[in-house]
Nanobody, 111 residues
Framework: QVQLVESGGGLVQAGGSLRLSCAAS????????VGWYRQAPGKQRELVAY???????KYADSVKGRFTISRDNAKNTVYLQMNSLKPEDTAVYYC?????WGQGTLVTVSS
């Protein structure tokens, strides 16, 4: 059974940093594109960043230069390093691979 588990969310002040983790089981994570998405209250889920099996990365314009996605294939884990956080980054963050979603982790950025 494929399972993705996000962790690392929390409450942080504007300008602070968090690192989210997405740990996979039941899947060879390294062969898939893995995406981080977020959904703010009252808004649609949006793509934040993704990383391919060849470690090509792409970011939403709103997070370029502040967020970094990376993967550790030995740990079957993908990370999202988030720096210079803004209140508008507040959302539930989800990871996705092979059409499987994690349960999400809440990030709250206070002003």
């Amino acid at each position: 059974q494929v399972q993705l588990v996000e962790s690392g969310g929390g409450l942080v002040q504007a300008g602070g940093s968090l690192r989210l983790s997405c740990a996979a089981s039941g899947i060879i994570f390294s062969i898939f594109v893995v995406g981080w998405y977020r959904q703010a209250p009252g808004k649609q889920r949006e793509l934040v960043a993704y990383i391919t099996s060849g470690e090509i990365t792409k970011y939403a314009d709103s997070v370029k230069g502040r967020f970094t996605i990376s993967r550790d294939n030995a740990k079957n884990t993908v990370y999202l390093q988030m720096n210079s956080l803004k209140p508008e980054d507040t959302a539930v963050y989800y990871c996705n691979a092979n059409s499987v979603w994690g349960q999400g982790t809440l990030v709250t950025v206070s002003s």
